[in-house]
């Protein structure tokens, strides 16, 4: 039934965009829906369905609150104790990042009202408990940041009250699961059993904020300080990696190339370049995509001049080269030792926080990571999740941390992505659940994987970071 609610609350988003997209009968909602309309909207979470949908991409990746999901965070045999709760996040959405050039951009208000949809019951508290927010709470320079989105019109970046509620429910998920079921933190937590970090923009801080209050609704502000990362890697101190930068430059290149082989993609370009009347270059170079993407997921047509509009055609054929591009990307496995490289220290970071905890130190037993699609994708990616879909408006990827009481040596993680159990498809736990019964993977696995696989598995004779990094000839 998990998959049934999935299933509907997919169907939702669906029928909400059909105005726009056509993507399926508006009248299939009624009795049901067909088998036939089922098999497509279906998906494998993890895997890719055969015939991949741009439209229905872009819908996953908007993420648009609709019914209160179901998920697999929290599920364990009874005699296994929760230890800890290691969460990423990606920001919530957000207004462009670029701005299609020539082109008034999309009116969206960011301001966070009561009735305007999508709406969660504690976001009129949320934004009052924001208002006597204290700047004592976090790290230099996010004091300076807004706690919460506030411009009529959005400022480029700003999260916007979809990315809020978006947070807000997410953190009352983990609420449900980990507070009122599994007992995580005591009533009178304390602040140091709450890690928190986040980068230095106003949209991750205030996601960071929206999870926690739908967590910890009320929280005492002199509990909490948030951290800041200057780096979307969150590899602070250790950031220094030439072999991961020569990784990303190969990637980037391969990106460049499969870009020039894409006729079409180029074709489109230049039809949308003559549509705002600027050079194909400038045009390519404004990003279009995450402006168009901001459109569809709100709901507010494409931009048009006295030459023409943008539109759908033009979105398709960007958003299926996005697809395809990603597809290579995993087969060539260039972003693969980025991501080794580039997700080791927040790995490794994680590991120390769970080896504390399994030696019973009652700190740190929530850690949260307020982060961007360019930190999630090289973790998942590093983890051997690479079917796993690009990460979302308000992706979570979260490790649990549990002890067996039968077995109180023995400590097990689980890994979920966007509620989905994703253990058994990580690299370091494929096939552990064909030789075990067990529903988790021994915390060694993680460990070992951290400490060593992770540079065995990039092919040269490295079993750590500094070696990793500093290899000649690569
Ligand atoms: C989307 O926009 C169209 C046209 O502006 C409107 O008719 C439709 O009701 C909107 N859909 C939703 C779900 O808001
Ligand atoms: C890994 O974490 C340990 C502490 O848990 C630390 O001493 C070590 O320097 C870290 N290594 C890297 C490469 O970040």
Known sequence: ?????????????????????????????????????????????????????????????????????????????????????????????????????????????????????????????????????????????????????????????????????????????????????????????????LYLETTGKSRTLQSGLALLYGFLPDFDWKKIYFRHQPSALFCSGTCYCPVRNQYLEKEQRRQYLLRLKNSQLEKTYGEMAKIVDVPTKQLRAANPIDSMLCHLCHNVSF???????????????????????????????????????????ILNQTIGRMQRATEGRKEELFALYSAHDVTLSPVLSALGLSEARFPRFAARLIFELWQDREKPNEHSVRILYNGVDVTFHTSFCQDHHKRSPKPMCPLENLVRFVKRDMFVALGGSSTNYYDACHREGF
């Open 1 to 193: 039934s998990n998959l049934k609610h999935l299933f509907m609350c997919l169907l939702a988003i669906s029928i909400y965009f059909s105005a726009i997209v056509h993507l399926i009968p508006v009248s299939t909602a009624k009795n049901g829906v067909s088998s036939k309309s089922r098999k497509r909207i279906m998906p494998d979470p993890v895997t890719e369905p055969p015939v991949t949908d741009p439209v229905y991409e872009a819908l996953l990746y908007c993420n648009i609150p609709s019914v209160a999901e179901r998920s697999m965070e929290g599920h364990a045999p009874h005699h296994f104790k929760l230890v800890s709760v290691h969460v990423f996040i990606r920001h919530g959405d957000r207004y462009p990042l670029y701005v299609i050039p020539k082109t008034k951009r999309p009116e969206i208000d960011c301001t966070l009202v009561a009735n305007r949809k999508p709406y969660h019951p504690k976001l009129e508290a949320f934004v009052s408990h924001m208002s006597k927010g204290s700047g004592a709470s976090f790290e230099s320079p996010l004091n300076s940041l807004p706690l919460y989105p506030n411009h009529p019109l959005c400022e480029m970046g700003e999260l916007t009250q979809t990315g809020v509620v978006q947070h807000l429910q997410n953190g009352q998920l983990l609420r449900d699961i980990y507070l009122k079921k599994h007992k995580l933190l005591p009533n009178d937590w304390s602040a140091d059993q």
């Open 303 to 345: 931009p048009c001049t006295r030459n023409g509009c943008v539109d759908m055609e033009h979105f398709k054929v960007i958003k299926t080269h996005q697809i395809e591009d990603e597809r290579e990307r995993r087969e060539k496995k260039l972003y693969l030792g980025y991501s080794l490289l580039g997700a080791h220290p």
